[in-house]
């Protein structure tokens, strides 16, 4: 098996628009030799299958591709992915971004070196301030600071940004964080957060596992692909995480 240092997956549904901006050309030129690329289709209906072909057959050294034989999610194209690279790779940490590459792979890559000793999973925090180069949609900018603060205190723990598309993990922990089926298919970046503190728990241990690193580069690329309706039932899901890990 080869050896990496660090494995990023970037689950892909429909996603034409973002393969085809300049940002992937960026992203293969800058992937360097201790690191893999993991794209997941999850059964695309627009072309993003065959965009992913080309960029991994010209790539072959730095990305690999996996196909969804059915529409899982993107929880769960995650989750499969980490469980493949268990099988084929050896590596130290893996980690996941958007499609959209709203964080940057050198972001991902300055957050990896975080994840070292007792941080066994690191993620990335979308806070503006100066200095920084944070782009958001005002309005999507305000719901999500009152969805993130309801998260926060589900969790019981002072996180400022649950769901920045960018989080890495060391190998120890992300073998128990993605060996079971989320509950939600959007809200999974919560249930990482239950499932971490529970093996902090498990095994008495007496640091934070943790660590929220400020993004200095997050744009915001077009829509968000979470349906208007889902934030009626986001609040059914979280319960329900809520409830399961309370147990």
Same mark, same amino acid.
């Given at each position: 098996?080869?050896?990496?240092n #660090?494995?990023?997956?970037?689950?892909?549904?429909?996603?034409?628009?973002?393969?085809?901006?300049g940002?992937?050309?960026?992203?293969?030129?800058? @992937?360097?030799?201790?690191m893999? *690329?993991?794209?997941?289709?999850?059964?695309?209906?627009?072309?993003?299958?065959?965009? #992913?072909v080309?960029?991994?057959?010209?790539?072959?050294?730095?990305?690999? =591709?996996?196909?969804?034989?059915?529409?899982?999610?993107?929880?769960?194209?995650? /989750?499969?992915?980490?469980?493949?690279?268990?099988?084929?790779?050896?590596?130290?940490?893996?980690?996941? #971004?958007?499609?959209d =590459?709203?964080t940057?792979?050198?972001?991902?890559?300055?957050?990896?070196?975080?994840?070292?000793?007792? @941080?066994?999973?690191?993620?990335?925090?979308r806070?503006?301030?100066?200095g920084?180069?944070?782009?958001?949609?005002?309005? /999507?900018?305000?719901?999500?600071? *009152?969805? *993130?603060? =309801?998260i926060?205190?589900?969790?019981?723990?002072?996180?400022?940004?649950?769901?920045c598309?960018?989080?890495?993990f060391? /190998?120890?922990?992300?073998?128990?964080?993605?060996?079971?089926?989320? @509950?939600?298919?959007? #809200?999974?970046?919560?249930?990482?957060?239950?499932?971490?503190?529970?093996?902090?728990?498990?095994?008495q241990?007496?640091?934070?596992?943790? =660590?929220?690193?400020?993004?200095?580069i997050?744009?915001?690329?077009?829509?968000?692909?979470?349906?208007?309706?889902?934030?009626?039932?986001?609040?059914?899901?979280?319960?329900?995480?809520?409830?399961?890990?309370?147990?």
């Amino acid at each position: 098996m080869k050896n990496y240092n #660090l494995i990023v997956i970037v689950p892909c549904y429909n996603e034409k628009t973002a393969l085809l901006s300049g940002r992937y050309v960026d992203f293969f030129d800058t @992937i360097p030799e201790n690191m893999l *690329a993991v794209f997941v289709d999850d059964k695309s209906t627009d072309n993003t299958y065959n965009l #992913l072909v080309q960029y991994c057959s010209s790539n072959s050294e730095k990305a690999i =591709l996996i196909q969804n034989e059915f529409n899982l999610g993107k929880s769960e194209s995650i /989750r499969t992915a980490v469980n493949y690279c268990f099988k084929n790779f050896n590596f130290n940490k893996i980690a996941f #971004l958007d499609a959209d =590459l709203a964080t940057p792979l050198s972001e991902c890559e300055r957050l990896s070196a975080y994840a070292e000793n007792e @941080i066994g999973f690191v993620f990335g925090s979308r806070i503006l301030r100066l200095g920084a180069t944070i782009q958001r949609n005002y309005l /999507r900018y305000l719901i999500g600071r *009152a969805i *993130a603060t =309801l998260i926060s205190t589900s969790l019981q723990l002072k996180v400022y940004d649950t769901q920045c598309g960018c989080k890495v993990f060391n /190998r120890s922990i992300s073998k128990e964080l993605f060996e079971k089926p989320f @509950i939600s298919k959007w #809200l999974f970046d919560v249930e990482l957060f239950f499932r971490a503190k529970q093996i902090i728990k498990t095994n008495q241990l007496s640091f934070n596992l943790f =660590l929220e690193v400020p993004l200095n580069i997050w744009i915001e690329y077009g829509d968000s692909k979470v349906s208007k309706s889902y934030f009626f039932k986001l609040f059914y899901d979280l319960y329900k995480i809520h409830k399961q890990y309370h147990k």
